[in-house]
């Protein structure tokens, strides 16, 4: 069974920075491309960045520059580090399993249970 478990969400000020960790389990993780999305209130869900198997990187545009998606496949986790955060980027984020090893996100993606990311202002 795949299992996602996201941590290190919180609350941070407008500028501040959050690192958020994706512990996975159930299949083999090196095998397939990884993806974060978030939902914020009142909102449907969204992409933010995948990775693939070996590093190579996609973020959406509001995000690049600030945030890095990363992996580490002898730990089987994923990882991402937002900075320069905004009021904006307050969402629900969740780490999701990809179907293969090319990023192809649809909202129908096995993912975890959320980590609450708050900016205020």
């Known amino acids: 069974e795949v299992q996602l478990v996201e941590s290190g969400g919180g609350l941070v000020q407008t500028g501040g920075s959050l690192g958020l960790s994706c512990a996975a389990s159930?299949?083999?993780?090196?095998?397939?491309?990884m993806t974060w999305a978030r939902q914020a209130p009142g909102k449907g869900l969204e992409w933010v960045a995948s990775?693939?198997?070996?590093?190579?990187?996609m973020y959406r545009a509001s995000v690049r520059g600030r945030f890095t998606i990363s992996r580490d496949n002898a730990k089987n986790t994923l990882y991402l580090q937002l900075n320069s955060l905004k009021s904006e980027d307050t969402a629900i984020y969740y780490c999701?399993?990809?179907?293969?090893?090319?990023?192809?996100?649809?909202?129908?993606?096995?993912r975890g249970q959320g980590t609450q990311v708050t900016v205020s202002s």
């Open positions: 990775i693939n198997p070996t590093g190579g990187t």
């Open positions: 999701a399993k990809e179907n293969s090893r090319y990023p192809a996100f649809t909202s129908s993606l096995v």
């Open positions: 159930g299949f083999t993780f090196n095998n397939y491309a």
